[in-house]
Nanobody, 115 residues
Framework: QLQACGGGSVQAGGSLRLSCATSPTIYTASDMTWYRQAPGMQRESVASITFLGSTNYADSVKGRFTISRDNAKNTVYLQMNSLKLEDTAVYYC???????????WGQGTQVTVSS
């Protein structure tokens, strides 16, 4: 129901763009969030965007990551710049549908940052 992609391997300082596509039924009126989970760590929220476009970021990524949504494509993006070693994790997208009051999770996409 959510298809996340765009992960890969990049050197520190590089950039990647993740995307998360879903159906119009889920996308409409959904708040979208990117999470990540590093090995041995709890899953943490990285960035979120409401269905109206308000954004919020974890302190660790502020100024480096940008979340955006393309309503014509039912897709949310996470532009990641100035990547650091500690950004290495599996990244997941989540949709919370306000109309259905239900969460939907995408499969993870691996991001590996090397020195």
């Amino acid at each position: 129901q959510l298809q996340a992609c765009g992960g890969g391997s990049v050197q520190a300082g590089g950039s990647l763009r993740l995307s998360c596509a879903t159906s119009p039924t889920i996308y409409t009126a959904s708040d979208m969030t990117w999470y990540r989970q590093a090995p041995g760590m709890q899953r943490e929220s990285v960035a979120s965007i409401t269905f109206l476009g308000s954004t919020n970021y974890a302190d660790s990524v502020k100024g480096r990551f940008t979340i955006s949504r393309d309503n014509a494509k039912n897709t949310v993006y996470l532009q990641m710049n100035s990547l650091k070693l500690e950004d290495t994790a599996v990244y997941y997208c989540k949709a919370y549908s306000r109309t259905i009051n239900r969460e939907y999770w995408g499969q993870g996409t691996q991001v590996t940052v090397s020195s």
